[in-house]
């Protein structure tokens, strides 16, 4: 366990839009260890849009699925990116340079996730 007084996550609101619940459930572990507040994990589109949209649900960042039970998570992205939220892409199926090309500067994490690099990505989108 890592000491959250010392991660930029510690006290921050991180979105988790992801539907394998193990790996959903890793992230969370992962990022409530160094003190973030977890919301979620949303695991459909039609849940996580109206969280999105809802200017009463602030976050510091987001860890989005691209594939959510066969739809695309990009919506979502949309709405974060208009309300200025940051966001990583977490994925076992996308393209990483489609994905950087459709929301430039939005890291790619790849499953496999590697705890460190996901909190590593999470930590440069707040700082």
């Known amino acids: ?14 979105l988790i839009v992801e539907d394998e619940v193990l790996i959903a459930l890793d992230i969370e572990a992962a990022l409530e260890d160094r003190g973030a ?12 849009l109206p969280i999105a949209e809802d200017p009463e649900q602030e976050f510091d960042c987001a860890v989005l699925d691209v594939n ?19 966001f990583l892409f977490h994925t076992g199926h996308g393209d990483s340079e489609t994905l950087q090309r459709r929301f430039t500067g939005a890291p790619v994490c790849n499953k496999p996730f590697q705890t460190e690099r996901l909190v590593s990505e999470l930590e440069k989108l707040i700082d």
């Open 37 to 48: 507040i977890v919301h979620g994990p949303i695991t459909r589109l039609s849940d996580g």
């Open 68 to 86: 959510l039970r066969g739809e695309e998570v990009f919506p979502i992205a949309e709405r974060l990116r208009a309300r200025g939220v940051p």
């Open 1 to 14: 366990m890592t000491d959250p007084c010392i991660s930029s996550l510690n006290g921050r609101s991180v």
